[in-house]
């Protein structure tokens, strides 16, 4: 199907209308003082678990977790999960999230 001429015209506007409000939008948002940053410990098994930090830093800890001794009868997920999560808080993060597969931490800006 061929556009008609009025359909490229509002293609192109709202390209052009999208481009003269991009700056603004991603100036909003930009972190804020005062605000919060985010990040994703995703377990992938012990070897591929990583952290996902809020500039898109992705950290695989699996090397970290392998050090570890993990009793024999203690879940392998929730040991080292619960691992890396205290790790995270020493640096300030807090749970704020979680999902079958994630967890999301937040840190106040600021720090």
Not at 46 to 74: D, M, W
Not at 101 to 111: A, K, Q, S, Y
Request: glycine content about 8%.
């Amino acid at each position: 199907m061929k556009p008609t001429p009025i359909t490229v015209v509002l293609a192109a506007s709202a390209m052009v209308a999208a481009a003269a409000f991009w700056p603004k939008v991603a100036a909003q948002t930009q972190l804020q003082p005062g605000g919060s940053e985010y990040l994703t410990i995703r377990w992938d098994g012990r070897e591929n678990t990583h952290v996902i930090r809020p500039g898109g830093q992705v950290e695989f800890i699996g090397a970290q977790l392998s050090r570890l001794v993990r009793p024999a009868r203690c879940n392998e997920r929730s040991f080292y999960l619960n691992a890396a999560m205290n790790g995270l808080v020493k640096e300030g993060w807090e749970v704020s999230a979680m999902t079958p597969d994630d967890i999301v931490m937040r840190r106040p800006l600021g720090r």
